[in-house]
């Protein structure tokens, strides 16, 4: 009878320890097998992640159970963008994260600005100081009577004229810098297609709020803060100040309106030619409603 037990007792164990490899599998197995963004290892890419990676970038956990997937963005290190880019995925804003690449290069096509090579000509009108007389070059006039006297002398009847060039006070004064005035006229010609330098299109510049097309229709495809063909995306590949395309991006090639006749770059950078910038079109369109100029101002100021 004990004997019996015995065996009994080894065959469960051999049971429990074949559930457990199966159930439980190996972590490197588990990491393997993680989506990208799922830093818990739970097969399931959630908010949950997303406060996980958020944990580690304040300092409140020093490790990740699957680091290798923190990185969603492919930028090279874990922080609240990666956290970001998971929380649009988990409420359908994205349709999915790509892994994170193992090098990350800088855009070939970036054109830093060129270093100028003229050189600066020194001013030529040298303030003289208020106040201080300038001597006068000005010689006076000898007379011109040359005659010589007939009986009573006669007076010179040419009298030296006085100096003409009276000090003048310097008119170069600097005067205190200006708010930029708002454009009195459309930067570009509405209903001008925008295009990313890869092709993507990018929506219409009109002052329209309700075009379906316009890039600022807030709900729209193309003004809405969270779809990824929106300038307005600060996380995405055509908005902020990292977007691959982005107008706010002074190192980026960025987006052109283009009419068909004219292109005009639309950046924050002075290196293109001819340009306007987010704000310029802000201005333009919403000079006169308050609300909307400053809903705008804040996507401008938030995107920069």
Known sequence: MLER????????????????????????????????????????VNPIDATFIL??????????PCPEKSDTNGDGR???????LVLQLAAGLIDSLEPAPTSINPPTNTHPPEPAT????????T?????????????????????????TPVPPTATPAPPTNTPVPPTNTPLPAQPPAPPTSAPVQE?????????????VFTCNRFDSDGIFNRFGDYGSRFSSTSIWNRFGTYGGR???????????????????????????SSTYSPSVTPLDLVLFCFEDDSAQLEYW??????SS
């Open 55 to 64: 944990q580690l970038g304040a300092g409140l956990i020093s490790s990740l």
């Open 297 to 302: 101002l804040e996507q401008v100021e938030a």
């Open 127 to 151: 303030q003289v100081p208020t106040g201080t007389p300038v001597p006068s070059t000005s010689t006076p006039i000898p007379p011109t009577n040359t005659s010589p006297p007939t009986g």
């Open 242 to 268: 990292f977007g691959t395309y982005s107008p706010f991006n002074r190192f980026a090639t960025p987006p052109i309106l283009s009419d068909g006749s004219i292109d005009v770059y639309l950046t924050v």
């Open 78 to 84: 874990t922080d609240p963008l990666d956290a970001a």
């Open 5 to 44: 037990i015995r065996v009994l007792g080894i065959a469960v164990s051999l049971i429990v320890v074949t559930l457990a490899l199966v159930v439980y599998p190996d972590k490197d197995d588990r990491v393997a097998a993680a989506l990208p963004g799922d830093v818990n290892c739970d097969g399931i």
């Open 118 to 125: 003229s050189t600066p000509v020194p001013p030529t009108n």
């Open 191 to 203: 209903e001008t297609a925008l295009v990313a330098d890869d092709g993507q299109f990018l929506g």
